[in-house]
């Protein structure tokens, strides 16, 4: 089956850094990649969509300039979270569409000391 | 806008009993797809059944079966023959055919399997 790759699986940062998260579609071609966030015991919530070769349409109420997603190529989106605080500590997920219905990266949960 | 609504945040079921997870959801569209995923403690999602809205018969994937009930807006998940893998936090979504392709979640029932 069509299978994301998402990296790192965890990640501590100092505030005030940035961190990459990185998503790769293993074996189709995603013109698609959905971001999510998840905070503890809650549902996942949508944050961008992004196209290949696009920009990125971001949910209301999210940072366009703190979440930035590139989607330069079919197989590779990357989340960029920009001067990172602790409040943006939570659990990233990206998923893309597939034919039988989505296939979601296995996360990534950033800390920010 | 669309939103799914799953009111129960909470259920256990002994193993080897059937359990049945609650969603509703509201939407204007006629045409649009309905899913189940599974989220275990690993935290990977994983699609347990889908449905089209356009289908009238009920979708089944093994020990899994969905009541799709279209007029009252309902999708709820029966997991016969409950097993400890079973284990995990369920989320009903919905997605509309034509236009975004975005995913729309409910908040999540934690399903626990008692020995």
């Known amino acids: 089956g069509a299978v994301v790759s998402q990296h790192p699986s965890w990640v501590i940062c100092k505030s005030g850094t940035s961190v990459k998260i990185e998503c790769r579609s293993l074996d189709f071609q995603a013109t698609t990649m959905f971001w999510y966030r998840q905070f503890p015991k809650q549902s996942l919530m949508l944050m961008a969509t992004?196209?290949?070769?696009?920009?990125?349409?971001?949910e209301q109420g999210v940072e366009k300039d703190k979440f930035l997603i590139n989607h330069a190529s079919l197989t590779l989106s990357t989340l960029t979270v920009t001067s990172a605080h602790p409040e943006d500590s939570s659990f990233y997920i990206c998923?893309?569409?597939?034919?039988?219905?989505?296939?979601f990266g296995s996360g990534t949960r950033l800390t920010v000391v | 806008a669309q939103t799914v609504t799953q009111s129960q945040p909470e259920m256990s079921v002994q193993e080897a009993e059937t359990v049945t997870l609650s969603c509703t959801y509201d939407?204007?569209?006629?045409?649009?797809?309905l899913f189940w995923y599974k989220q275990p403690p690993s935290r990977q999602m994983i699609l347990v059944i889908r449905q089209e809205a356009y289908k009238q018969q009920n979708a089944t994937e093994n020990r899994f079966s969905v009541n799709f009930q279209k007029a009252a807006k309902s999708f709820s998940l029966k997991i016969s023959d409950s097993q400890l893998g079973d284990a995990a936090m369920y989320f009903c979504?919905?997605?509309?055919?034509?236009?975004?392709?975005?995913?729309?979640f409910g908040q999540g029932t934690r399903l626990t399997i008692n020995p």
């Open positions: 998923s893309a569409r597939v034919s039988y219905g989505y296939t």
């Open positions: 939407t204007s569209e006629s045409d649009y797809y």
């Open positions: 992004s196209n290949e070769g696009s920009k990125a349409t971001y």
């Open positions: 979504a919905y997605r509309v055919i034509q236009g975004a392709q975005k995913l729309v």
